[in-house]
Protein backbone atom coordinates (compact mmCIF):
# COMPACT_ATOMS: atom_id res chain seq x y z
CA UNK A 1 0.00 0.00 0.00
CA UNK A 2 0.93 3.05 -1.11
CA UNK A 3 -0.19 6.70 -0.38
CA UNK A 4 1.32 9.68 -2.00
CA UNK A 5 0.45 12.79 0.97
CA UNK A 6 0.18 16.18 -0.63
CA UNK A 7 -0.22 19.35 1.71
CA UNK A 8 -2.67 21.42 -0.23
CA UNK A 9 -4.29 25.09 0.11
CA UNK A 10 -7.16 23.57 -1.35
CA UNK A 11 -8.23 20.30 -3.81
CA UNK A 12 -11.23 18.93 -5.97
CA UNK A 13 -12.04 16.08 -7.81
CA UNK A 14 -14.41 15.98 -10.70
CA UNK A 15 -15.56 13.59 -12.93
CA UNK A 16 -17.58 14.40 -16.10
CA UNK A 17 -17.33 17.98 -15.37
CA UNK A 18 -19.09 17.57 -12.85
CA UNK A 19 -16.88 18.41 -8.92
CA UNK A 20 -17.69 15.44 -6.82
CA UNK A 21 -15.51 16.36 -4.29
CA UNK A 22 -13.52 19.40 -2.30
CA UNK A 23 -11.61 19.74 0.36
CA UNK A 24 -10.18 23.48 1.89
CA UNK A 25 -6.48 23.34 3.70
CA UNK A 26 -5.09 19.51 4.65
CA UNK A 27 -4.57 16.77 2.74
CA UNK A 28 -4.74 14.94 -0.63
CA UNK A 29 -3.94 10.97 -0.05
CA UNK A 30 -3.80 9.57 -3.56
CA UNK A 31 -3.75 5.95 -2.48
CA UNK A 32 -1.95 3.13 -4.67
CA UNK A 33 -3.17 -1.23 -3.51
CA UNK A 34 -1.18 -3.89 -3.58
CA UNK A 35 -1.97 -7.24 -3.99
CA UNK A 36 -1.38 -8.62 -0.54
CA UNK A 37 -3.13 -4.91 1.36
CA UNK A 38 -5.69 -5.65 4.01
CA UNK A 39 -7.53 -3.43 6.11
CA UNK A 40 -5.01 -4.00 9.29
CA UNK A 41 -2.41 -2.35 6.70
CA UNK A 42 -5.00 0.19 5.76
CA UNK A 43 -5.59 1.32 9.31
CA UNK A 44 -2.00 1.54 10.01
CA UNK A 45 -1.11 3.51 6.91
CA UNK A 46 -4.40 5.95 7.45
CA UNK A 47 -3.26 6.56 10.93
CA UNK A 48 0.03 7.67 9.72
CA UNK A 49 -1.48 9.90 7.52
CA UNK A 50 -3.90 11.94 10.03
CA UNK A 51 -0.53 11.85 12.35
CA UNK A 52 2.04 12.13 10.26
CA UNK A 53 3.50 15.89 10.90
CA UNK A 54 3.73 18.38 7.91
CA UNK A 55 1.71 21.21 9.42
CA UNK A 56 3.61 24.24 10.60
CA UNK A 57 3.75 25.36 14.41
CA UNK A 58 3.68 28.98 16.14
CA UNK A 59 7.79 28.66 15.42
CA UNK A 60 7.03 27.34 11.35
CA UNK A 61 8.33 24.22 11.95
CA UNK A 62 6.20 21.30 10.58
CA UNK A 63 5.51 20.23 14.20
CA UNK A 64 1.25 19.18 13.35
CA UNK A 65 -0.74 16.57 12.00
CA UNK A 66 -4.17 17.38 9.98
CA UNK A 67 -5.47 16.38 13.17
CA UNK A 68 -3.86 19.31 15.15
CA UNK A 69 -4.46 21.74 11.71
CA UNK A 70 -8.16 20.85 11.57
CA UNK A 71 -7.67 20.37 8.07
CA UNK A 72 -9.57 18.13 5.63
CA UNK A 73 -8.42 15.12 3.98
CA UNK A 74 -9.33 14.15 0.47
CA UNK A 75 -8.30 10.39 -0.46
CA UNK A 76 -8.33 9.55 -3.90
CA UNK A 77 -8.05 5.83 -4.98
CA UNK A 78 -4.98 5.76 -7.71
CA UNK A 79 -3.84 2.29 -8.74
CA UNK A 80 -1.15 3.57 -10.59
CA UNK A 81 0.49 4.28 -7.48
CA UNK A 82 0.78 0.36 -7.37
CA UNK A 83 2.98 0.26 -10.81
CA UNK A 84 6.09 -1.79 -11.22
CA UNK A 85 8.44 0.96 -12.64
CA UNK A 86 11.84 -0.46 -12.23
CA UNK A 87 12.84 -1.30 -15.68
CA UNK A 88 11.82 -0.87 -19.38
CA UNK A 89 9.72 2.28 -20.32
CA UNK A 90 5.86 1.13 -19.47
CA UNK A 91 5.09 0.33 -16.73
CA UNK A 92 3.69 -2.84 -15.06
CA UNK A 93 0.70 -3.45 -13.30
CA UNK A 94 0.75 -7.38 -11.84
CA UNK A 95 1.02 -5.83 -8.43
CA UNK A 96 -1.61 -3.49 -8.05
CA UNK A 97 -4.83 -4.94 -6.20
CA UNK A 98 -7.78 -6.38 -8.87
CA UNK A 99 -10.48 -4.07 -8.95
CA UNK A 100 -12.73 -6.56 -7.47
CA UNK A 101 -10.93 -6.16 -4.27
CA UNK A 102 -9.84 -2.87 -4.05
CA UNK A 103 -13.10 -1.15 -4.55
CA UNK A 104 -14.20 -2.65 -0.81
CA UNK A 105 -10.75 -1.91 0.77
CA UNK A 106 -11.03 1.66 -1.17
CA UNK A 107 -14.65 2.45 0.47
CA UNK A 108 -13.25 1.28 3.90
CA UNK A 109 -10.00 3.50 4.06
CA UNK A 110 -12.78 6.40 3.08
CA UNK A 111 -15.19 4.95 6.15
CA UNK A 112 -12.34 4.71 8.18
CA UNK A 113 -10.82 8.23 7.82
CA UNK A 114 -13.91 9.50 8.50
CA UNK A 115 -14.43 8.38 12.04
CA UNK A 116 -11.18 8.46 12.96
CA UNK A 117 -10.60 12.21 11.61
CA UNK A 118 -13.15 14.53 13.48
CA UNK A 119 -11.21 17.67 13.39
CA UNK A 120 -11.79 18.37 10.12
CA UNK A 121 -13.64 17.25 6.99
CA UNK A 122 -13.13 13.90 4.90
CA UNK A 123 -14.06 13.46 0.98
CA UNK A 124 -12.88 11.10 -1.48
CA UNK A 125 -12.60 10.36 -5.07
CA UNK A 126 -14.65 7.95 -6.90
CA UNK A 127 -13.28 4.36 -7.34
CA UNK A 128 -12.56 3.50 -11.32
CA UNK A 129 -13.64 7.14 -12.86
CA UNK A 130 -11.73 8.75 -15.62
CA UNK A 131 -11.57 11.60 -12.44
CA UNK A 132 -9.82 15.05 -12.86
CA UNK A 133 -8.01 15.86 -9.34
CA UNK A 134 -7.06 20.02 -9.09
CA UNK A 135 -5.05 21.03 -6.35
CA UNK A 136 -3.37 23.64 -5.11
CA UNK A 137 0.29 22.02 -3.11
CA UNK A 138 1.23 24.20 -0.33
CA UNK A 139 4.62 24.31 -0.01
CA UNK A 140 5.10 22.29 -2.35
CA UNK A 141 4.88 19.37 0.80
CA UNK A 142 4.98 16.22 -0.89
CA UNK A 143 5.38 12.23 0.99
CA UNK A 144 5.39 9.08 -0.14
CA UNK A 145 4.58 6.80 2.53
CA UNK A 146 3.89 3.17 2.14
CA UNK A 147 3.59 0.17 4.29
Do not use: C
Not at 6 to 11: G, K, S
Amino acid sequence: MKILLQRVTQADVSVDGATVSRVGPGLLAFLGLERDDRRSTAEQLLHRVLTYRVFADAAGRMNLSVVDAAGDVLLVPQFTLAADTARGRRPGFSSAMPPADAKPLYAFSLDWLASNHTSGRVAGGVFGADMRVSLVNDGPVTFLLSA
